[in-house]
């Protein structure tokens, strides 16, 4: 209940979907009963917490301030980041977002509602969306080869996130190792056909293309 609400901090989340989330569709009899315990509970065991949890109109919010909820600090850092893209200072891009991807701890632990799981893969998915990002700065900024080392991980990892494997391929390409971009992509394109039954899409397909002609050419994001 309380990931819950933490999930859309200082937002009302009315009682019948926070019964949603710990049970699903299989509430108790007494499930708007427990909900109110365990909000009385939570105000009994964090500190200060008849002002963090609080009783609004229908349902229940917590009331926090932006540095105090990491997940509160990540979308600040991600709007910074996206900030400084758009008046041209990569640098200061990367700095954001690498304290934005500092802050993860892995994915988050969910309850059994569908909508609960759907909260928390958005995120997970702003999570990746923003390594990728970062990744692809410090591409452009020149440092392919540093960042091998974490695209490799990241593909073990997701292995079907076509963004890294192109991410990996541009990094390899740009260190000189064109070979081993070109077996990256013969063996992406091998383990869609088996696993999937399908290619590539077609921005791998043209990047495969661009290195296999030694045309690749990823031009440094604007300063």
Excluded: C
């Excluded at 909900?35 to 917590?62: C, F, H, M, N, W």
């Excluded at 540095?67 to 891009?93: I, K, N, V």
């Excluded at 759907?118 to 540093?146: V, W």
Aim: a neutral charge; charged letters at 25%; glycine letters at 8%.
């Amino acid at each position: 209940m309380l990931t819950r609400l933490l999930l859309e901090p200082n937002r009302v989340i009315a009682v019948n979907r926070l019964v949603e989330a710990v049970w699903d569709a299989n509430p108790p009899a007494t499930a708007g009963h427990q909900v109110r315990k365990v909000a009385s509970e939570l105000r009994q065991r964090i500190p200060g917490g008849r002002s963090v949890i609080l009783t609004d109109g229908p349902g229940y919010r917590v009331f926090l301030a932006e540095e105090q909820l990491d997940l509160s600090t990540f979308r600040r850092h991600l709007s910074q980041a996206r900030e400084a893209t758009g008046q041209g200072r990569p640098a200061d891009a990367v700095v954001e977002l690498q304290a934005a991807v500092r802050l993860w701890r892995g994915p988050i632990e969910t309850g059994p509602a569908e909508s609960f799981g759907a909260l928390s893969s958005a995120l997970n998915e702003r999570y990746l969306t923003a390594l990728e990002q970062l990744l692809d700065l410090r591409i452009r900024l020149g440092e392919s080869a540093e960042v091998i080392g974490d695209l490799r991980q990241l593909v073990a990892e997701h292995p079907l996130r076509e963004r890294l494997r192109g991410l990996l391929m541009i990094a390899l390409a740009r260190t000189g190792r064109q070979a081993e971009a070109l077996a990256s992509f013969t063996s992406v394109r091998q383990m869609f056909a088996d696993e999937l039954g399908i290619d590539p899409g077609p921005e791998l397909n043209q990047l495969h293309e661009l290195i296999l002609r030694n045309e690749l050419v990823v031009p440094p994001p604007a300063r």
